[in-house]
Structure formats: structure tokens, C-alpha cells
């Protein structure tokens, strides 16, 4: 995770804004005085809020890790499967 102080926030907006972005990282901004606070890119967060809702779905979580684990000559074909 990437780390400023709002004093440099300040400063350096766009290029903090920028890196932030560009590395796929929250950026935590720290302050003297306040809980801190995190910046992170639209992409990212629709991103955590498309695994929140998918870990929502009963079961799925486990379906994938045991999946995850079968080996790839045991799975089905993808010509296989009925769409």
C-alpha cells in the first residue's frame, strides 16, 4: 500500500492521484490530527466490490477452491459445456 501525509497530499495531488492509479495500490493518506484515510482508483474498488458480491453467493467461494485444486484432466471440455 502506498503511504503520503496529507501536507504532501496537498502539495503533489495529481501526481499522488496519479501513482496511486497507475500502481493498482491504495494510497493511505496520514494525518497528524484524525483517523487517516484511503484513496483508491474507480477501477480498484469496483474491482473489491465485484468480490464482495461474488463471496456473497452461497457456496461459490468453495466451489472455486475445489476447482482450483482438480486437475485440469478431470475438468470438462469447453466444447463440452451446454450454454
Known amino acids: 500500500m502506498l503511504q503520503t501525509t496529507d501536507v504532501k497530499l496537498r502539495k503533489d495531488f495529481d501526481r499522488e492521484v496519479d501513482r496511486c492509479i497507475d500502481h493498482h495500490e491504495a494510497l493511505t493518506v496520514t494525518r497528524d490530527r484524525g ?6 482508483g474507480e477501477t480498484d474498488w469496483r474491482a473489491i466490490e465485484e468480490t ?5 453467493i452461497p457456496g461459490l467461494v468453495e466451489s472455486i477452491r475445489e476447482a482450483a485444486c482438480e486437475p485440469l484432466s ?10
Open 35 to 40: 483517523e487517516n484515510l484511503v484513496i483508491l
Open 52 to 56: 464482495l458480491y461474488l463471496n456473497r
Open 74 to 83: 478431470e475438468g470438462m471440455r469447453l466444447e463440452d459445456v451446454n450454454w
